[in-house]
């Protein structure tokens, strides 16, 4: 007697056996993506066109002061703006230094620009602080204001300012310079806000160990405050450096000109007939490097900082 076995079917497999491959339906491959790719890439095109545009018409005054100050006379004259100076001549620096007196004007921006960021910085970080974490009587109306103050014009103040600066006796002096600029309502405000953010835990434990207010804040509060600090350090700088309404009313003896009043006295006119634009921008390109060095210094440590804080946070 015979005995006729059947083939396994797929499902009637033997148990050791691997199961037989199954066929999978290939997937359609997307083509959405292609499809979007020239249109993105259109649309990139056309952004940093737009950019590039703008990035030039914003730095090409830049570019022809820095070569106009290259140029001699004539040629600033004939091409005023041509980025290219033909030929280089260096002689309009040796007369800045030698003809005018950009030295003394230096001398004293960089007295009173130091003295007023140093003002400001510990001043205003002392009124942010105490505005931020002291309970006072009349701390909301102070702090109202600071703000009322940050939102007057300059141009408003500047009569006011050289009455009082008369009749406290000190007009045309370094005094009158320094003084009413050592504290600056932005940089209270900035400070504020941002002492507003620290934890007040952090405050507690140097509280408990017996510190004082002063001591707190020098000690705990103060070295958290780094970007803050360094913020207020590039803008009153950048401000104090700048600052020509307040020197217009504050000084009038030539002695005491800060680098805006000099370079305005040569722009209006006090060397003589002609022009004289490669002195002029090249005495102008001289005061920018400085406000530009401190920027890109300080800038660089306060991108650090902030990573560093988004990290830790």
Known sequence: MSIVTEPPTRGDAPAG????????????????????????????FVGYAILIFFALVF????????????????????????????????????RIFEGTNFPLWLGNSLLVTVVVTLGRVFLDSLAGYALARLRFRGRTAIFATVVAVMAVPGVVLLIPKFLVLNQLGIYNTYTALILPLLVDATGVFIMK??????????????????????????????????PALITLTILSFQGSWNEFPHSLVAVQDPNLFTLPRGLADLVSGSLGAGTQYPL?????????????VIFVVFQRYFVRDANQGADKG
């Open 17 to 44: 056996d691997p199961p037989p491959p199954t066929e999978r339906t290939p997937r359609p491959v997307a083509t959405s993506g292609h499809r979007r790719e020239p249109r993105s890439l259109v649309t990139s």
């Open 193 to 226: 806000q941002f002492f507003e953010s620290v934890p007040a835990s952090v405050e507690e434990a140097a509280r408990i160990d017996g510190a004082g207010v002063f001591r707190t804040f020098w000690s705990v509060v103060l070295p958290t405050a780094k």
């Open 280 to 292: 002029k921008l090249g005495a102008a390109l001289l005061a920018t490097i400085p406000v530009a």
């Open 59 to 94: 730095l090409y005054p830049f570019v022809i002061q820095i070569a106009s100050s290259f140029k001699t006379e004539p040629d600033a004259a004939a091409n005023p703006l041509s980025p290219i100076p033909n030929p280089v001549d260096l002689d309009s620096f040796q």
